[in-house]
Nanobody, 121 residues
Framework: QVQLVESGGGLVQPGGSLRLSCAASGRTYSFARMGWFRQAPGKEREFVAAISWRGGNTDYADSVRGRFTISRDGAKNTVYLQMNSLKPEDTAVYYC??????????????WGQGTQVTVSS
């Protein structure tokens, strides 16, 4: 299994920036890609971005492409999400998880606690 700890969320004004971190431990070597997902109140969890541990290949949801950047530090088993030009519709709890085809893997273990991002003036 993989243990995940997300951090870096907060309250930011529209147009602002935040950098999220996801520290992974455990069987991280079992999964080729890590993804960020988010869940807004009353909505289902949705894909945000993903990156390969090896090669750094990235993928983004259309709603965040050009504004968010995903990166990773393999030595630290940490994945980051740099979020710029934030909009109120980006408000959600953000989670990371091993991913495949824009979906969380079903075999990684349990979700972390997530980190709350609130974009509001």
């Amino acid at each position: 299994q993989v243990q995940l700890v997300e951090s870096g969320g907060g309250l930011v004004q529209p147009g602002g920036s935040l950098r999220l971190s996801c520290a992974a431990s455990g069987r991280t070597y079992s999964f080729a890609r890590m993804g960020w997902f988010r869940q807004a109140p009353g909505k289902e969890r949705e894909f945000v971005a993903a990156i390969s541990w090896r090669g750094g290949n990235t993928d983004y949801a259309d709603s965040v492409r050009g504004r968010f950047t995903i990166s990773r530090d393999g030595a630290k088993n940490t994945v980051y999400l740099q979020m710029n030009s934030l909009k109120p519709e980006d408000t959600a709890v953000y989670y990371c998880a091993p991913s495949e085809a824009r979906r969380p893997r079903s075999d990684f273990g349990s979700w972390g606690q997530g980190t709350q991002v609130t974009v509001s003036s």
